[in-house]
């Protein structure tokens, strides 16, 4: 059985949200051309060949980051929306409410590390400054650095995390939460951006350096009518 090797940057689950099945279609805006057209697929909307994809013990791996993309991000994605719908008619505050709403708070943790604008920042950041100091290093320093470097030859981006770690960490750091959901009326609609979700960081926890600031705030569109 092939392995898909386009993956979405932002999951097909959450962009089906802002279909019309009426008309077929989904409606997106170019930022760059200032100009609005449609498509008729998701197939290629929000997506990039071997985003995911990773170089480890001289294998290419496509599945692992996949795998864990949906067993824990998109698999109860559409149960969850279903929540929120069913709170926003009904407002019984219970422990199921709390459970979709945090699920979403992860999704929207690891939204923008999913984006091909991060993952090569966050290469260029550990790699990329060691590869002009590396013709300085030790014959078996400068082996290493070259290995760890070898999946520049077989896929494009280290990928070398892991988005549940990452989740629940900041998760975890993130202490009490305090949710706010917002309704559009018929005349108006939220969009999703290329990103996945916003995030905002500030200074929420003590620390030696006064100057961490960690993710505090996450706000993404469920749908083109809700947004948490």
Same mark, same amino acid.
């Given at each position: 059985m092939s392995v898909p090797k386009n993956h979405h940057i932002i999951s097909k689950v959450h962009i089906k949200n802002f279909? /019309?099945?009426r008309e077929g279609k989904i409606y997106v805006y170019d930022k760059f051309q200032k100009n609005i057209f449609f498509k008729s697929t998701l197939k290629s909307l929000f997506s990039e060949e071997y985003s995911n994809s990773r170089f480890l013990d #001289?294998?290419?791996d496509h599945?692992?980051?996949e795998r864990e993309l949906n067993d824990f991000f998109e698999k109860d994605f559409a149960k969850n929306v279903s929540i929120v719908q069913h709170f926003i008619s009904n407002n019984n505050r219970n422990e199921e409410i709390f459970n979709a709403l945090q699920y979403f708070i992860k999704y929207g943790i690891i939204a923008e590390m999913r984006t091909s604008k991060h993952k090569k920042e966050v290469d260029e950041a550990v790699f990329g400054s060691l590869k002009g100091l590396s013709e300085m290093f030790t014959p078996e320093l400068k082996a290493d650095f070259e290995k760890s470097i070898e999946f520049q030859n077989h896929?494009?981006?280290s990928n070398l995390t892991s988005y549940l770690e990452i989740a629940d960490g900041v998760l975890e750091k993130m #202490?009490?939460?305090r949710y706010e959901i917002l309704v559009a009326?018929?005349? /108006?609609?939220f969009f999703i951006p290329d990103f996945g979700a916003a995030t905002q960081r500030d200074k929420i926890n003590e620390y030696f350096n006064p100057d961490i600031k960690e993710i505090a705030y996450v706000g993404l569109a469920l749908t083109s009518k809700i947004f948490i």
């Open positions: 279909f /019309n099945r #001289g294998e290419i599945e692992t980051l896929v494009k981006y #202490g009490d939460f009326d018929q005349f /108006n609609y």
